[in-house]
Each structure stands twice: as structure tokens, then as C-alpha cells.
């Protein structure tokens, strides 16, 4: 009797700019499909070494890697890492070989969904991340759903792409934990409090559900 083949997981992707853009925007939501039985596989653009730069960039690169492989620990998802300098996403992104491993991994592994930065975001690597991973989405010859996320723009005005919302009631305190691991990132003492707490209920509302995340679907 022939052995039954086994049926290849359902990939997400994340990109992020940063090492902790991927939790703040979508960490519950990454959680509750790694619950769900998908491989989620965040790729990390950037160590930000700016935000420590009294610091070497060695010494930044070892900290910032530790908590976000801690992090991607919490929410049961792989951390891949591409050392774009801040303030330069695109032109490392063509002359560090980073383009054609990142095309590499994305058409090895055939994600149904890709979550990336808004583009109304007014973060420029946030806003670079989000133009890499179109200009991605167009080399692909299998088509996955993309989604954006978002970070520093709270408030969104592009309400002519549909929404997707995801119930994380059983999975904030998840994202909670692994924010929590980004101990250098002192702002996140405030951050996830407010902010993500108050985004997390809003979008629960608007499910009916004690928490959610909420996502455009931009392709």
C-alpha cells in the first residue's frame, strides 16, 4: 500500500521592517494561525541598529536578533532576518543579494497570505517595506492574498480595500507576552498599553468579539 503524501502546510508570511513591527501588527493574529496548524514565517528586514546608537551595531544586531527569535518563540512562528541599513531598505535590497533570497524563500514555501507594512504608514523603511513586498507580489506567478497592517498609523483612511478582521480574544495576551520579550524597546512600556490595547478592543467591536486585528486587503 502506497504511503499517503503528506499535505503540505498553509504558509503565511509576514514582512516586517523591524524587529518588532511584525508582533505590533499582527502578533495575535500570527499566534492564532500557528494555533490553527499554519507555518507563519515573519522576515525581518532591518536588525535597527539606529535605536541604539551609542551602541555597536554588532553588540545591537546579537540583542535585537535574541528577543525577536524570543519573541517568534512566544507566537510559535520562524524569524528570518536580512540586514537592510535603515534609511536604505532599497538600494540594499538590490545590491545585497537580499532580492533574490527573499524570492528564493517566498517561491519555495508559496504562501496563501502575505501581511506587510501600510503604505500610509509614515515610517520611510515601514513605507520601503511595503513597496518591496509589491514588487514581489508581482514577480510571483502564484498569486497569494496580501494584507496590510499597521503600526504607527492608527488611524486608516483606506476604506476602499476590504477588511479583514482576525478574533484574537484568546490570543492578545500571547502577543502581549512576546512584545514583552523586546526589552530594549523601552517605548513599548507605553506602546501595547494604550495604544495596542485600545486598537485591540476597537477591532473586537467591530466582530462582536472581545479583541481582534484588523488588516486591508490591498491585493
Same mark, same amino acid.
Given at each position: 500500500m502506497m504511503k499517503k503524501? #503528506?499535505? @503540505?502546510?498553509?504558509? &503565511?508570511? &509576514?514582512? !516586517? =521592517?523591524? !524587529? %518588532? %513591527?511584525?508582533? *505590533?501588527?499582527a502578533g495575535g493574529t500570527i499566534a492564532e494561525y500557528a494555533q490553527q496548524g499554519k507555518k507563519v514565517i515573519a522576515i525581518i528586514m532591518s536588525y535597527g541598529e539606529r535605536s541604539h546608537p551609542w551602541l555597536k551595531? !554588532? /553588540? &545591537?544586531q546579537k540583542m535585537r536578533s535574541a528577543e525577536?527569535?524570543? =519573541?517568534?518563540? /512566544?507566537? #510559535?512562528? @520562524?524569524?528570518?532576518f536580512f540586514n537592510l541599513r535603515e534609511g536604505k531598505f532599497i538600494q540594499d535590497y538590490e545590491q545585497k543579494n537580499v532580492k533574490?533570497? *527573499?524570492?528564493?524563500? &517566498?517561491?519555495k514555501e508559496k504562501?496563501?497570505?502575505?501581511?506587510?507594512h501600510s503604505e500610509e504608514d509614515p515610517h520611510p %523603511?515601514?513605507?520601503?517595506?511595503? #513597496?518591496i513586498t509589491l514588487e514581489l507580489y508581482e514577480q510571483m506567478p502564484e498569486k497569494p492574498e496580501v494584507y496590510v497592517y499597521s503600526v504607527w498609523n492608527p488611524v486608516s483612511f483606506k476604506t476602499r480595500y476590504p477588511s479583514l478582521?482576525? %478574533?484574537?480574544?484568546?490570543?492578545?495576551?500571547?502577543?502581549?507576552?512576546?512584545?514583552?520579550?523586546f526589552k530594549s524597546q523601552k517605548i513599548h512600556v507605553a506602546y501595547?498599553?494604550?495604544?495596542l490595547l485600545y486598537r485591540a478592543f476597537k477591532d473586537g467591536l467591530k466582530i462582536r468579539k472581545w479583541f481582534g486585528e484588523h488588516f486591508f486587503r490591498i491585493k
Open positions: 503524501e #503528506r499535505k @503540505k502546510k498553509e504558509t &503565511v508570511i &509576514v514582512f !516586517s =521592517a523591524h !524587529s %518588532d %513591527d511584525f508582533v *505590533i501588527g551595531g !554588532s /553588540v &545591537v525577536t527569535f524570543e =519573541a517568534g518563540k /512566544v507566537l #510559535r512562528c @520562524k524569524s528570518l533574490q533570497k *527573499i524570492e528564493k524563500l &517566498v517561491g504562501p496563501s497570505k502575505i501581511f506587510t %523603511d515601514h513605507k520601503a517595506t511595503h #513597496r478582521y482576525t %478574533d484574537i480574544s484568546k490570543t492578545l495576551s500571547t502577543k502581549l507576552k512576546a512584545l514583552r520579550k501595547p498599553l494604550v495604544l
